[in-house]
């Protein structure tokens, strides 16, 4: 049991933080970022690079990724997202947008980084071993820990830097924002990169351990989107609650419906169309978000 | 800005390299054979160490002169198409194919994909070449498929006799992706298991593809206690992370796979975890490779920056199209000649030491020889690269 | 944003005109004459195959449009297309009905579990609509995995090819198996299709039940006040949408003779959706432009290998920066549009 909820608490942490990113960008600009994961997937290749290939501490490759997802994303939202959203009719029409934008990444990590999987060698070694009921190993408990300062971290920077606040204001009113004088593109701006720049992390994060392919970018943003759905979009503390629920969901699931073998995401995912049938918005959604 | 720079240089790029092509060798006639499966998305590395293999042989045998079929000397060209996986995709491959006026295909790579194009395939006369095991495609009626490799139920028994025998493994648990591919290869070897009289502790645990964490996957598995964990159909993606994280658990057994893998991978996934890690392969192996597949792999690292060891089986589906159509060049625009010569034909592995053999098989599994003789390698991984464990050969 | 209206000339005309008669025949002549004789002219017979293809799956995106047309975004048309598929291939296999009748009844069965999944989540809105409907697709695909009737992994495989239709001794449709080029005529059945889906999607978004569904599009509550049925009419689009689906997916067991619990997957319902967006979301003939576009574009650039998915996305998204209202935008009058 105690492992369970181990498993589900680490698992919980790395998905809070991929949420988080999504989440802020569909919170300031009504986008669902479909390249959200290929972003993930471009943040964890970067880190592999410079940790593996030039054989840089580990820190250098997350700072790296943070840098060069968040230089993109600010390109992508000043010269893609911007004039699409100025001139489209529909909101909607950003999908396509945000889906070609992911098909390219692909194409540019295929092309950049090659079809394998790729990983970067442990940063510590050694297994936490509480009398066999709880085995977690000890670059786990770090990426977790510091996954979750991570999350912390975002918080603070949110509630109290001018940035933050200003962000928040435009997620809460995009018009009301701009009347009070918050530079509306600007923040829109800062903000999706913030947002990328999440993603590059957690995937720069990960490659130490469950490492990176070109291939985790879809299903990852897939698993993003169900757990903001969860919490409810464009809300901060929703997607972190998202997170966690779907961490905890995967690994109580995983272990109790174990003896059902196939159905156990037919389960994990049915329980969730009911829960969003039942509750539209989410645990902590602005309706009809 | 930069995007359309680098657009524009791609583009520029990709018309140079399709220009070229053509030009390097216009003294021989082509000999076209096609290549139908994924190299993009999410399976591409499947698809992608297929498609090299074929292009860096190719690249070599023209070097060389071209292959001399009958009378007519030939530059070998490989008409490649990429099915992302999608079996409406992959109809669409194999009717650019005969459109093309190919009678050879390699692929596709997954079950659905080489079930679907099976209608093009017998109406247009192509003989096609799936990495599917599926036993529909290669027992009569069907007539055009013929098996890439050694299928899982064939090596599985192998390996847990082996295993049986030489490591006292008693109880085997069985834990598969839940896709078509992999839980049918869990389904044949759990069969397999049982028939040796092994005890299978544990067949119903399954994961997503996309799973970041493995450790609640094997949690409720490893807890069975088993000797042998069975990891079915297996992405090279995807073995790391569960070799590791089953050792982080504390699992001690044997763990084990029926496709073929890459070292390199391992090695940075799962490290000195991955330690013992049994696979199976091609001839690659120190002991195995002749001097022809050292080459090979010299000359597809040159190629393409680095080396894949699925790529020790993949190179034999060329290899062996352009064997046979040397022993019959009739066949060269007749699959059904190419059909007479399956069941006489014989030449040298050149990619193995030794005498072995290329020839058909399958007459067991298929009743008929739909099937390639792939030396059936199995691998241990160990310090970094793998060793030969003990090979057989399919019947 | 959501809410703004907006004029969509093909679909807000009223009646038929003399141009657009002459517009349909056009249409008729080329897809039924100008296309097999191009073919046979310069021998390119697998095109046979990718027009079969964007024909069905455009059969696919009408319904997905139609779902956007009372403003929900359906990236689950994956689910039914493979539901539809499953249930002609064990009709076909299991209880030996002819093709032609399990092509509707496939249809129906999508019509009826859509109803039965609609009923819940037609309640939702926005991107929570969507992402249901997203998760849906994965839960189609896992069901297909479970079920017996189903075979699970292993997928229906060997299914024959459709057979003959005659009435009275006279053969409406001939048997599949015994023409000299299946292809062709898989070619003329998935026209005939579409063309038929198309008729009633445009007679649809023509008729009253297409006004209320634009206004439901524009303000639900606002509607709902007026005394518009709206969650029957969410139920009537939402299931003929599925409809549309579940007949493209059998049709394509048909070709492929073989269907896998991979045969429609998320890839696909997202493309669905995509294909909508490119052509147009205001314009009923946008789905079917945008399927040909997206689907024969990608045929089209295999000859440039390795870059074919970059060049391909990047035109996508080029497209995307262009023509953001789709392309059939190209052709709104000026101002009209605004």
């Known amino acids: 049991m105690e492992q369970i909820i181990a498993n589900g608490l680490y698992l919980g942490a790395q998905y809070a933080l991929i949420a988080l990113g999504l989440t802020l960008i569909f919170s300031l600009m009504n986008v669902l970022n479909f390249a959200h994961g290929q972003m993930y997937v471009l943040g964890g290749f970067v880190c592999y690079t410079v940790v593996a290939q030039l054989g840089m501490p580990f820190i250098v490759g997350l700072v790296a990724s943070a840098l060069v997802l968040a230089v993109l994303g600010g390109l992508i939202e000043r010269f893609l997202f911007r004039p699409v959203i100025r001139r489209s009719k529909r909101d909607e029409s950003t999908m396509l947008l945000a889906a070609g934008i992911a098909f390219f990444l692909d194409a540019v990590i295929l092309l950049l980084f090659g079809e394998k999987q790729r990983g970067v060698p442990k940063v510590v070694n050694g297994v936490f071993n509480w009398d066999f009921r709880i085995i977690m190993p000890y670059d786990r408990i770090l990426i977790g820990m510091l996954a979750i300062g991570l999350i912390v971290a975002f918080i603070l920077f949110m509630q109290y830097s001018k940035a933050g606040r200003a962000m928040r204001a435009l997620a809460q009113d995009r018009v009301a924002a701009q009347l009070m004088g918050v530079d509306v593109d600007r923040y829109s701006m800062i903000g999706f990169a913030m947002g990328a720049m999440l993603a590059g992390l957690v995937g720069a994060l990960l490659v130490t351990i469950t490492g990176v392919n070109l291939g985790m970018g879809g299903p990852t943003s897939i698993k993003a989107f169900l757990m903001i759905m969860i919490g409810g979009a464009g809300v901060i503390s929703g997607a972190i609650a998202g997170g966690f629920i779907l961490g905890m969901m995967e690994s109580v699931g995983l272990s109790v419906l174990s003896s059902y073998g196939d159905v156990t995401y037919l389960v994990i995912f049915a329980t969730l169309m009911i829960f969003l049938a039942i509750r539209p918005q989410g645990l902590m959604g602005k309706p009809w978000g | 800005m930069l995007r359309r720079s680098f657009l524009k240089s791609t583009a520029l790029a990709a018309v140079a390299t399709l220009a070229l092509i053509p030009a390097a060798h216009a003294e021989n006639a082509k000999l076209k054979i096609g290549f139908v499966g994924v190299t993009s998305g999410p399976a591409a590395a499947w698809g992608i160490s297929n498609q090299r293999s074929m292009e860096a042989r190719a690249a070599w045998l023209n070097e060389l002169g071209g292959v001399q079929i009958g009378d007519t000397t030939y530059d070998v060209q490989i008409v490649a198409f990429d099915d992302q996986k999608d079996p409406k995709r992959a109809i669409a491959g194999m009717e650019k194919m005969a459109q ?193 597949m050292r080459e090979f792999v010299e000359r597809y690292t040159k190629m393409f920056g680095e080396y894949n060891d699925e790529s020790n089986t ?54 008929q020889k739909r099937q390639l003789s792939v030396p059936l390698v199995v691998n241990e991984y160990r310090g970094g690269k793998f060793e030969t464990l003990f090979v057989a050969e399919v019947d | 944003m959501q809410n703004q209206p907006h004029a969509a000339p093909l679909a807000a005309g009223k009646g038929l005109t003399m141009p657009k008669m002459l517009g349909v025949a056009a249409f008729l002549a080329f897809v039924f004459a100008a296309v097999p004789m191009f073919i046979a002219a310069t021998g390119r017979w697998d095109f046979y195959y990718t027009l079969t293809s964007v024909a069905l799956l455009s059969i696919g995106a009408a319904g997905v449009w139609l779902t956007f047309y009372i403003g929900r975004i359906n990236i689950g048309q994956g689910a039914y297309a493979l539901a539809g598929g499953y249930v002609s291939a064990v009709l076909i296999t299991q209880a030996g009905v002819s093709f032609w009748l399990t092509l509707p009844l496939a249809g129906l069965f999508c019509a009826l579990i859509s109803v039965l999944i609609g009923l819940p989540i037609l309640r939702l809105r926005g991107v929570y609509f969507a992402m249901v409907t997203l998760v849906l697709t994965e839960v189609a695909r896992l069901t297909a995995l479970a079920l017996p009737v189903t075979n699970g992994a292993k997928g229906i495989t060997s299914i024959p090819l459709p057979g003959g239709v005659s009435v009275f001794g006279i053969t409406l449709i001939p048997d599949f198996a015994t023409l000299q080029n299946p292809r062709q005529a898989f070619y003329f059945a998935a026209i005939g299709l579409m063309i038929l ?68 997957v998320v890839q696909d319902s997202v493309n669905f959706m995509l294909y909508c967006f490119l052509g147009g979301l205001g314009y009923v003939f946008g789905p079917m432009l945008g399927t040909l576009l997206l689907y024969f574009g990608w045929d089209l650039l295999s000859v440039a290998g390795k870059y074919q998915l970059l060049i391909y996305s990047g035109a996508m998204i080029t497209l995307m920066l262009v023509l953001p209202n789709g392309v059939l935008s190209l052709f709104d009058r000026k101002g009209g549009g605004k």
């Open chain 3, 197 to 264: 889906v198309y008729v009633i999607l445009w007679r649809i978004v023509n008729s009253r039940l297409g006004h209320l569904c634009r206004s439901l599009q524009q303000n639900e509550e606002l509607s709902a006040s007026i005394g518009v049925n709206t969650a029957w009419l969410r139920i009537m689009a939402y299931a003929i949408s599925s409809f549309f689906g579940g007949v493209a997916g059998a049709m394509f067991v048909s070709i492929s003779q073989s269907i896998y619990p991979s045969s429609f």
């Open chain 2, 314 to 367: 993949k190179v034999y589906a060329l290899e062996y199209i352009i064997e046979t159509l040397k022993a019959n060049p009739a066949a060269i625009s007749d699959v059904e000649e190419f059909k007479k010569t399956i069941d006489t034909f014989e030449a040298p592995n050149p990619f193995m030491v030794g005498d072995a053999k290329l020839r058909y098989v399958g007459e067991s599994s298929f009743g």
């Open chain 2, 100 to 292: 093309d006026g190919v009678h050879y295909v390699v692929g596709p790579n997954v079950d659905d994909g080489a079930a679907a194009v099976r209608p093009v395939a017998e109406q247009k006369g192509i003989i096609y070449f799936p990495y599917a095991f599926p036993k529909t495609l290669y027992v009569a009626p069907a007539s055009n498929a013929i098996l890439g490799m050694v299928a899982n139920y064939q090596s599985g028994p192998a390996i847990y006799k082996y295993l049986m025998e030489n490591k006292g493994v008693k109880k085997v648990a069985f834990v598969a992706a839940n896709e078509s591919d992999p839980l049918s290869q869990r389904d044949s070897g759990i069969e397999a298991a049982k028939a040796l009289g092994l005890e299978v502790v544990s067949d119903k645990v399954t994961y997503q593809v996309d799973t970041t964490d493995f450790t609640p996957v094997l949690l409720p598995v490893l807890q069975a206690q088993p000797d042998l964990l069975v990891l079915s159909g297996v992405s090279p993606a995807n073995a790391p992370q569960l070799i590791r994280s089953a050792r982080e658990l504390g699992y001690e057994g044997l763990i084990s796979t029926e496709t073929a893998q890459d070292a390199s991978v391992l090695a940075e996934g799962a490290g000195d975890l991955a330690e013992g890690f049994i696979s199976v392969g091609g001839a690659s192996t120190e002991e195995l490779a002749s001097d022809a």
